[in-house]
């Protein structure tokens, strides 16, 4: 099967080119990095994980919970939310810890239900 072509993989997206806006967010070695402010030459050899890389029908722990809270954040604090949960999870983090590392949390009034999935995705239980 293989990897997935590089110019198929589209939900990495560049947003403020400032480490903020998280859109951009993907885990190397299983650490969630801003792309935006990554060379290219730093990442030869290491395990790189875009978005499309957690599952292939939303089924990671991160994107059920989500679903599950009815979280309607955007689709880039989303993809932020998704990709530190999937590698504080991967650390050993859990519940409150995980939620302290998540930095990319929506405030446009969803606030409380992403702070539910963050701990439902890690715990099985809100934080």
Do not use: F
Request: with cysteine; proline share 5%.
């Amino acid at each position: 099967m293989g990897a997935p072509r590089p110019d198929r993989l589209t939900g990495t997206k560049y947003g403020c080119g400032i480490e903020v806006a998280g859109a951009c967010t993907v885990l190397i070695d299983g650490e969630p990095k801003k792309s935006c402010k990554i060379d290219v030459g730093s990442a030869t050899g290491r395990q790189v994980t875009t978005i499309e890389g957690l599952s292939k029908d939303r089924s990671h722990p991160a994107q059920k919970a989500w679903i599950a809270h009815q979280v309607p954040q955007c689709a880039s604090a989303s993809r932020a939310c998704w990709m530190s949960v999937a590698g504080a999870n991967g650390r050993g983090r859990h519940g409150k810890e995980i939620a302290s590392e998540v930095k990319n949390i929506c405030v446009c009034g969803t606030y409380q239900r992403a702070k539910q999935a963050i701990g439902r995705a890690v715990n099985g239980a809100p934080i």
